[in-house]
């Protein structure tokens, strides 16, 4: 749980930031290959679209709360390595900290043009309702470009970028868990079941 409440806290103050600090489209120079660049989307992870507002609120919710439980349930099993629960716990914290940008923002912060910037509880009321808020994406990594050469089918004179999506720090806590699980917990993926036959400290005693 603390995993959990880390990486939403770290996320919330992140997105807090940059939302009251940075109007919309701004952006920051850390690095050449690291910005900050203020963007905010109504999708999924590093801002792709799919399905209405509501369906996608909804679905992080019920995934945030099966997986919650699922960390309970399996939580003293001794069959469990703690890095299968440090990989769902990201997941879990990934998806909280985007389900409170969808269920709250929207009324607690306004949306005024560039370059004026966002203020938090407004006099006015928020830019949106419950469960329409916008998710804030900030973090950007062109880590390279090139033009392709005139002679490439189709693409000859375009320029590509790596890595062109921009996202925020929930987004990442996904993605790695993700990408952990897949590479190190494969066993784990496969038959989850079994965790649930194992005897717990508890049981043993």
């Known amino acids: 749980?603390?995993?959990?409440?880390?990486?939403?806290?770290?996320?919330?103050?992140?997105?807090?930031?940059?939302?009251?600090?940075?109007?919309?489209?701004?952006?920051?120079?850390?690095?050449?290959?690291?910005?900050?660049l203020f963007i905010e989307n109504n999708g999924m992870a590093f801002g792709m679209e799919l399905g209405s507002k509501l369906f996608l609120t909804l679905f992080r919710?019920?995934?945030?709360?099966?997986?919650?439980?699922?960390?309970?349930?399996i939580k003293d099993s001794l069959c469990v390595r703690r890095g299968y629960i440090v990989c769902l716990s990201l997941i879990v914290a990934g998806a909280i900290g985007n389900i409170i940008d969808c269920m709250f923002y929207g009324i607690i912060f306004n949306n005024p043009m560039p370059p004026e910037v966002a203020t938090l509880f407004p006099e006015g009321g928020g830019y949106g309702t419950l469960f329409h808020g916008r998710v804030v994406d900030m973090l950007y990594f062109p880590l390279f470009s090139f033009t392709w050469p005139d002679w490439v089918p189709m693409l000859g004179g375009s320029v590509f970028e790596f890595f062109k999506p921009i996202f925020n720090f929930a987004d990442a806590a996904i993605t790695v868990g993700i990408i952990a699980l897949i590479l190190f917990y494969h066993k784990e993926i496969a038959a989850p079941s079994k965790l649930d036959a194992c005897k717990t400290d508890s049981d043993g005693e």
Request: charged content about 15%; some cysteine.
């Open 61 to 73: 919710l019920c995934l945030a709360g099966a997986l919650i439980w699922y960390i309970w349930r």
């Open 1 to 36: 749980m603390i995993i959990i409440l880390a990486v939403i806290i770290i996320d919330q103050a992140l997105k807090i930031w940059v939302k009251t600090g940075f109007y919309l489209g701004e952006e920051m120079m850390i690095f050449p290959w690291f910005r900050l």
